[in-house]
């Protein structure tokens, strides 16, 4: 996935107009904004969808000191691992206990850890997808799902970390939708996704379970009358009791990272 080396780059894309249409004052700042992830490329109104999705950033490699930070989390949570009893876990988690592995569901597919932190499964594994599971096993309380939707803003310690969540979660994935409406659908269902009724007056509403007792639940809303196109990520009320919400961050922005990989392996195979 491209990545932009400075702001002149981003600069050429636009079409230095100034319009403040971005909330900038010239598109010299807007490009600014972006090169220092505060801004979203896809804000600017003149840049098709299809290169804002080409230039979205890799997050889980564009910084390596965000993977240093994640490489010591992950080594410290397998510390933790060698202190908690894996059976009495598996009855909180809704998890199977053999004796050796905890066997977790994560998008409908098998997730093995052991008492070292070790990792069995046929999904792809990266801290973004790693750190969550290690987290709901050592901190979740095992409530269940009440079925009441909110924002990541409105979970516990979630509102300061909101724009940088909308950033790197919510935008990326919009930009997906936008591009590849149908293929959503198509990768909801890959992993292991299920539409339902519509909430919120939206297109489209999916819900996912990337853990047994952590829904999430995406509503995409098409462009319409004049309006742009706006994607919204939820979760149950219950999920900062059972995830700290750095960890419900990186789920987020797992399951952005899962919707854009395949789009762009994909969505060239679209007539």
Same mark, same amino acid.
């Given at each position: 996935?491209?990545?932009?080396?400075?702001?002149?780059?981003?600069?050429?894309?636009?079409?230095?107009?100034?319009?403040?249409?971005?909330?900038? /004052?010239?598109?010299?700042?807007?490009?600014?904004?972006?090169?220092?992830?505060?801004?979203?490329?896809?804000?600017?109104?003149?840049?098709?969808?299809?290169?804002?999705?080409?230039?979205?950033?890799?997050?889980?490699?564009?910084?390596?000191?965000?993977?240093?930070?994640?490489?010591?989390?992950?080594?410290?949570?397998?510390?933790?691992?060698?202190?908690?009893?894996?059976?009495?876990?598996?009855?909180?988690?809704?998890?199977?206990?053999?004796?050796?592995?905890?066997?977790?569901?994560?998008?409908?597919?098998?997730?093995?850890?052991?008492?070292?932190? /070790?990792?069995?499964?046929?999904?792809?594994?990266?801290?973004?997808?790693?750190?969550?599971?290690?987290?709901?096993?050592?901190?979740?309380?095992?409530?269940?799902?009440?079925g009441k939707w909110v924002?990541?803003?409105?979970?516990?310690?979630?509102?300061?970390?909101?724009?940088?969540?909308?950033?790197?979660?919510?935008?990326?994935? /919009?930009?997906?939708?936008?591009?590849?409406t149908d293929l959503f659908?198509?990768?909801?269902?890959?992993?292991?996704? /299920?539409?339902?009724?519509?909430?919120?007056?939206?297109?489209?509403?999916?819900?996912?379970?990337?853990?047994?007792?952590?829904?999430?639940?995406?509503?995409?809303?098409?462009?319409?009358?004049?309006?742009?196109?706006?994607?919204?990520?939820?979760?149950?009320?219950?999920?900062?009791?059972?995830?700290?919400?750095?960890?419900?961050?990186?789920?987020?922005?797992?399951?952005?990272?899962?919707?854009?990989?395949?789009?762009?392996?994909?969505?060239?195979?679209?007539?």
């Amino acid at each position: 996935m491209a990545q932009f080396k400075h702001t002149m780059e981003i600069f050429n894309l636009l079409n230095k107009s100034n319009c403040r249409q971005c909330g900038k /004052k010239t598109c010299l700042a807007f490009a600014a904004t972006v090169f220092k992830g505060e801004k979203n490329l896809n804000e600017c109104p003149f840049i098709d969808n299809a290169t804002a999705l080409k230039y979205q950033e890799d997050y889980e490699s564009s910084s390596n000191i965000l993977q240093e930070n994640q490489d010591a989390f992950m080594e410290e949570m397998r510390e933790q691992m060698a202190g908690v009893n894996l059976e009495e876990r598996s009855k909180i988690l809704d998890a199977k206990f053999d004796g050796k592995w905890l066997s977790i569901k994560i998008l409908g597919r098998d997730f093995k850890i052991d008492q070292h932190g /070790k990792i069995a499964t046929t999904i792809h594994v990266n801290p973004w997808v790693a750190a969550p599971v290690f987290s709901y096993v050592l901190n979740a309380k095992g409530l269940e799902p009440t079925g009441k939707w909110v924002t990541f803003r409105d979970l516990k310690g979630g509102r300061e970390r909101y724009p940088l969540f909308r950033q790197r979660c919510e935008l990326p994935m /919009k930009g997906v939708a936008d591009v590849y409406t149908d293929l959503f659908n198509d990768m909801v269902t890959v992993l292991n996704g /299920k539409e339902v009724p519509r909430e919120f007056q939206s297109d489209i509403s999916v819900v996912m379970h990337v853990l047994p007792r952590v829904p999430v639940m995406i509503c995409y809303w098409q462009p319409e009358d004049g309006m742009e196109s706006s994607l919204n990520i939820y979760f149950d009320e219950t999920a900062d009791q059972n995830l700290d919400v750095g960890a419900i961050f990186s789920m987020g922005a797992g399951l952005t990272q899962m919707f854009t990989k395949m789009a762009l392996t994909h969505g060239s195979q679209i007539p």
